[in-house]
């Protein structure tokens, strides 16, 4: 980290270290090598994934949080001021440093050797699949900073784990994880925190302003959907119909994966996703927006799909989410049409039958999860009341409400 006029401000501390006892890993998690070789999971690719996650919470609240890609990433200098969004405050930025540190142990490598290609009928290429690892994470938080709570990493991490997954290559159904022995969180705790570090008096002494700006089209946990899928098996050899998979059914790697009690079935939905009956005639710079691509203009996918993990001996379970933004959409794209069409879709369950085989039975959509939308299966606003100021804003209630819900299963 860069040492700059501010690194003074931060005095040295003793602090008790942090320990979330235990990460379960339910779908294998990406390592972060690009030739996939690496048997160890870098503390850097999972704080990147917590600041994701933790952006689209802040842009969610009314919270201001940069891209910290881009140009208009922090900090920035306005009147002889220096400003940081509340992110950056966090989880660091040019000129300030990061409130926390993680130190992870454990897991192992789900298989030795190359990529896995997993290529759905009538396509070319198919999608390449690395291994990750396996097993279970130790999971250490160790603050940098007085005024850091663990608030700030827990209920990002929770809401990540319970509906989405953390790490890289989501969108290919890596990262599901379950924390274990955390007791209750309460989205208020965030909150605290966040005004905490925020507060006036202490940027003062940091020598720099909070910034405040309109958030432009980036994630926004308002405009994210989660859905959760269960299907029944009749027998543990069931992936080996799926088209696409069973081709490589014999393969040594594929059978290490199976081990692990995942399946990588999400190529064969994303597949089914961008060139299904219902999308094959989807414009293309469409599809590419929605689904990513690696030509000219590279864009990632906005729409992410888990592996196939086990939940007992005859049902399984696997996430799609994503966040499809309610503004500056292509021309031609329906929001509202596409999030209903995949919803019923998937509460039908029939279609599952085309590419998971005839073995598997009683697909059902378990949670479909949108904040303020007909669609959400769960009534969050009526169950859950966090807030004890009655005056507080009716739409900031709402949101806060819909976190709340978010922290639990």
Excluded at 69 to 90: A, F, H, M, Q, V
Excluded at 175 to 197: D, M, P, S, Y
Aim: hydrophobic letters at 35%.
């Amino acid at each position: 980290m860069l040492e700059t006029k501010f690194n003074k401000s931060f005095p040295t501390f003793q602090l008790p270290q942090k320990t979330l006892n235990k990460i379960k890993i339910k779908t294998p998690i990406w390592t972060g090598d690009i030739d996939s070789k690496s048997d160890l999971l870098k503390s850097t690719g999972i704080i990147g994934s917590l600041r994701w996650w933790t952006e689209a919470i802040l842009r969610g609240i009314g919270k201001f949080a940069c891209d910290p890609t881009g140009d208009e990433r922090c900090p920035k200098e306005n009147d002889n001021e220096t400003l940081y969004c509340p992110s950056c405050l966090i989880f660091g930025a040019t000129g300030i440093k990061r409130l926390f540190r993680l130190e992870i142990n454990g897991g192992k490598k789900v298989y030795d050797g190359g990529l896995i290609n997993i290529k759905p009928p009538g396509r070319n290429r198919g999608w390449y699949l690395g291994s990750g690892l396996i097993g279970e994470l130790e999971l250490n938080i160790i603050p940098l900073d007085k005024n850091f709570d663990e608030n700030l990493v827990l209920i990002p991490l929770a809401i990540a784990s319970n509906w989405g997954g953390i790490g890289a290559k989501t969108q290919l159904g890596y990262g599901v994880v379950e924390l274990e022995n955390i007791g209750e969180l309460k989205f208020k705790n965030f909150q605290n925190a966040l005004n905490k570090i925020l507060e006036e008096k202490r940027l003062n002494n940091l020598n720099i302003k909070k910034r405040n700006k309109t958030n432009d089209n980036l994630p926004n946990i308002k405009e994210m959907f989660f859905a959760k899928i269960q299907f029944n098996v009749e027998n543990n050899d069931w992936w080996k119909e799926v088209d696409g998979i069973k081709q490589i059914s014999e393969d040594p790697r594929m059978i290490e994966w199976e081990k692990t009690n995942s399946i990588p079935i999400s190529p064969v939905i994303k597949n089914w996703l961008r060139y299904g009956d219902g999308n094959k005639n989807m414009d293309r710079r469409i599809q590419n927006w929605l689904f990513g691509t690696i030509e000219n203009d590279k864009s990632a996918s906005k729409i992410n799909i888990s592996c196939a993990y086990k939940i007992n001996d005859t049902t399984w379970e696997f996430r799609i989410w994503g966040w499809i933004p309610i503004n500056e959409n292509p021309k031609g794209f329906d929001r509202e049409d596409f999030l209903n069409t995949l919803q019923q879709s998937l509460n039908d369950g029939s279609f599952l039958e085309s590419f998971l085989g005839n073995n598997k039975s009683n697909h059902k959509l378990i949670f479909w999860r949108e904040f303020n939308s007909q669609r959400d299966t769960v009534k969050a606003n009526e169950n859950e009341n966090e807030n004890e100021n009655e005056n507080e804003n009716e739409n900031e209630n709402e949101i806060n409400n819909y976190l709340q819900s978010l922290l639990k299963i």
